[in-house]
């Protein structure tokens, strides 16, 4: 059985497509984006550290 | 130079991985795997750097523990925050994976409920440390509680799956690991890359987080 004869609704479309190549694509984007993320928290800490520093 | 070449060797390791786990050649043609093979470079790895942090975590707290210096304790720490971010990232990738390979986001499997728990203990910890005011308390009882958690997480995520009868995910229960279909050694050739590449990654979030936390707590004892 094709994987296109699964596809069942229009996400499984999509990710079914060129192998399902796309799913590696969005597992990267998955990544990526927690990790910037993860950025805002370091930068979020940073930032109250220099402002005790400025205050004290 | 000579402090920032393992970081750029990290940098260089996961470009690689992923130009390679785009381009390179790979087995996809395994049934409903097809090209999601290549989540092997990307989905594996966050796995192995969430243990290669913990086992980093779980040291300095028997350090921390039989030498009662404060900044083995803010290494365990940083180290088990940083590496719930990476079983975050190995969960989410996962998840995404079996959606469209097995079709469902979730499933009753040995792998995946054993890797939750193991997440779930960890979250704990974490929680544990953010209720404890008391900084000598909160550093003795927390690395004891670590001292328990890293064993049984081990054998959660590794030990507990094999021993499954039935599984899906593979090398777990009665499934063959990604080396049996790897016959032209394809998959290697990025993935042992890749996984040091993440490795190095989660080692240096975990050193950012780390010197985060000392500042902090440098500027809290003044």
């Known amino acids: ?5 699964m596809a069942q609704t229009n996400l499984d479309e999509f990710f079914y497509q060129e192998g399902k190549f796309y799913v590696v694509v969005a597992v990267l984007v998955i990544i990526f984006c927690i990790l ?3 950025l805002f928290r370091l930068d979020k800490k940073i930032s109250k550290i220099e402002k005790e520093k400025n205050e004290a | 130079m000579t402090k920032y070449w393992w970081k750029i060797t990290a940098i260089l390791c996961i470009v690689y991985a992923i130009i390679g786990g785009f381009f390179m050649p790979a087995p996809d043609d395994i049934g409903i795997l097809a090209k999601t093979i290549r ?8 796995w192995f750097s969430m243990i290669i942090l913990l086992s980093v975590s779980y040291v300095y707290s ?3 523990l039989s030498k009662g210096n404060f900044k083995y304790d803010s290494l365990s ?7 719930l971010l990476f079983g975050l990232m190995g969960l989410l990738t996962g998840s995404f994976w079996a959606r469209f390979t097995w079709g469902t986001w979730w499933i009753e499997d040995a792998k995946l409920n054993g890797a939750a728990i193991g997440m779930l203990i960890y979250l704990a910890y974490y929680i544990l440390r953010n209720s404890i005011e008391e900084d000598v308390q909160r550093a003795k009882i927390t690395s004891v509680y670590n001292l328990f958690a890293f ?10 799956p094999r021993m499954a009868e039935t599984s899906l995910h593979p090398a777990s229960g009665d499934t063959i690991g990604f080396s049996s279909l790897d016959l032209d050694n394809n998959l290697r050739k990025v993935f042992y890359i890749a996984s040091i590449g993440w490795i190095l990654l989660g080692v240096w979030i975990g050193t950012l987080k780390f010197r985060i936390t000392e500042i902090t707590r440098k500027n809290e004892e003044l």
Do not use: D
């Open chain 1, 1 to 5: 059985m094709g994987h296109e004869a």
């Open chain 1, 36 to 38: 910037a993320a993860y």
């Open chain 2, 39 to 46: 989540n092997l470079h990307f989905h594996v790895p966050m």
């Open chain 2, 62 to 64: 028997i350090r921390f």
């Open chain 2, 77 to 83: 720490s940083s180290f088990v925050k940083v590496s």
């Open chain 2, 151 to 160: 064993p049984i997480y081990i054998v959660l995520i590794i030990i507990y």
